[in-house]
């Protein structure tokens, strides 16, 4: 009886049971253990790597050797720095400047640091623009025989690369630029006389005629013509203004002394130093490099800009490889930025926009490049692998897995039923 009462606890339990729904992976039966072995099956590749695992390693990067990508960035960035602020003259963007001495002779003494500045639009000024005929006259003293810039003794000028005429003092020689119609903005090729402030000039006065007549400029060194070339004022800027011992912006002063200086035009002559046209220009002056850094326009030759662009490809390339996207971009720009706003602080250099903007292009080359090179390539790339089964497959593929095990199911309830009947007709 206790063999009975148990083969109707055990069939009771299984009848009872409720069936799972339809795709559920039970453990109960074979039924359910042979669909969740196929489910698996597809699940995995051959060589058991998880589907989920691989999506996961699709998308890191590939591995990088970090030690050629600093090389190429540090070897860059050195030849950047020495090509951007060489010679390494480090001077402030401002200079405070004052007036110069005058002495009761009348004479204006410049130390290198002062200098006397008219407005904008002078009279005489435009006229000799309009009319292309000026007359300067003055006299000088040099301090120091061997002063470079040159050294601005007077200047009519915007600044030290636009002028329409200039007279200065290189080492010993005197100097004169006019704007021309075969010169540049600054008036060069310049007319050079030499030794008028040699060594044995030092302490003397010396009567300098500048004369713009005709087409052609004469100059007269104590009474000596010492320039008669062809030159026909051209492109004149009325607005530019009178300068004496150094350029309005600054940069180029002159230490000496001038007196007696005097301008003709057609309609105007004017004794300058006791006309009031001209006051000391003391304060904080901004040098030139301030003022030409939002120029777009770097003024140098094309394969230079070239030459620019291709040297910071390496670095964009560089920054690439070692940083995720977004952070080599910041580099990029950063260094670009980094390198003109230095040339501020450097003597004789003259940074531009322009010139930024020619980097970070070169920079976003290189980052392209970089990008490209981490793509994964053919050989990289995993093997394909079957999708997950749907809830539809699922139910096909335990459809097919019943077909295929239904006769053993059959087979193995007629022994269980045998079984039973069995002990029954024991007892």
């Keep these: 009886m206790d063999g009975v009462r148990e083969v109707e606890r055990a069939s009771g339990a299984m009848t009872s ?3 799972g729904p339809v795709g559920t992976l039970g453990h109960g039966g074979p039924r359910g253990s042979l669909v969740e072995k196929v489910v698996a099956a597809l699940r995995e590749r051959p060589d058991g790597e998880r589907v989920a695992e691989l999506r996961v390693a699709r998308t890191e990067r590939r591995p990088v050797d970090r030690t050629w990508p600093i090389a190429i960035l540090v070897a860059a960035l050195v030849a950047l720095v020495v090509a951007s602020w060489f010679p390494f003259r480090p001077e402030l963007p401002w200079e405070p400047r004052r007036g110069p001495d005058t002495t009761s002779a009348g004479e204006v003494r410049f130390n290198g640091s002062s200098v006397l500045v008219s407005p904008p639009g002078v009279d005489w000024v435009a006229d000799a623009a309009a009319s292309g005929s000026l007359r300067l006259a003055f006299d000088a003293r040099t301090d120091v025989t061997d002063q470079r810039g040159p050294a601005r003794l007077l200047s009519i000028s915007r600044d030290t690369l636009e002028a329409d005429l200039m007279i200065g003092q290189d080492g010993d020689d005197l100097v004169l630029r006019v ?79 001038l007196r007696n200086v005097e301008a003709t035009t057609p309609d105007h002559h004017v004794d300058v130093l006791a006309s009031g046209q001209v006051d000391d220009g003391s304060g904080i002056v901004w040098r030139d490099r301030v003022r030409s850094l939002r120029s777009l326009n770097s003024h140098d030759p094309l394969a230079l800009t070239v030459v620019r662009f291709a040297v910071f490809v390496p670095v964009g390339l560089a920054l690439g490889l070692l940083l995720r996207r977004r952070w080599a971009l910041i ?25 930024a903007i020619v980097c970070v292009l070169g920079g976003l080359a290189g980052l392209a490049l970089a990008a490209r090179g981490q793509r994964p390539t053919p050989s990289d790339a995993p093997e394909p692998t079957q999708a997950p089964p749907t809830a539809e497959r699922s139910t096909a593929e335990r459809s097919t897995a019943e077909r295929s095990t239904g006769p053993a199911s059959t087979n193995q309830s007629s022994s269980s039923e045998g079984s039973s009947s069995s002990s029954l007709s024991s007892t």
């Design 17 to 19: 049971a409720p069936p």
């Design 179 to 257: 704007r021309r119609s075969d010169s540049d903005l600054s008036g060069d090729p310049a007319f050079g006389i030499a030794d008028v402030f040699s060594l044995a000039a030092l302490g003397r006065w010396r009567h300098v005629v500048v004369d713009l007549q005709g087409g052609r400029v004469t100059v007269e060194v104590d009474g000596v013509v010492v320039v008669d070339e062809p030159a026909e004022p051209t492109g004149w800027d009325p607005a530019y203004r009178l300068s004496l011992g150094d350029e309005a912006a600054g940069r180029r002063g002159w230490v000496g002394e």
């Design 331 to 355: 580099g990029v720009v950063g260094i670009s930025l980094a390198l003109v706003a230095g040339k501020l602080f450097v003597a004789d250099r003259h940074p531009r926009l322009g010139d």
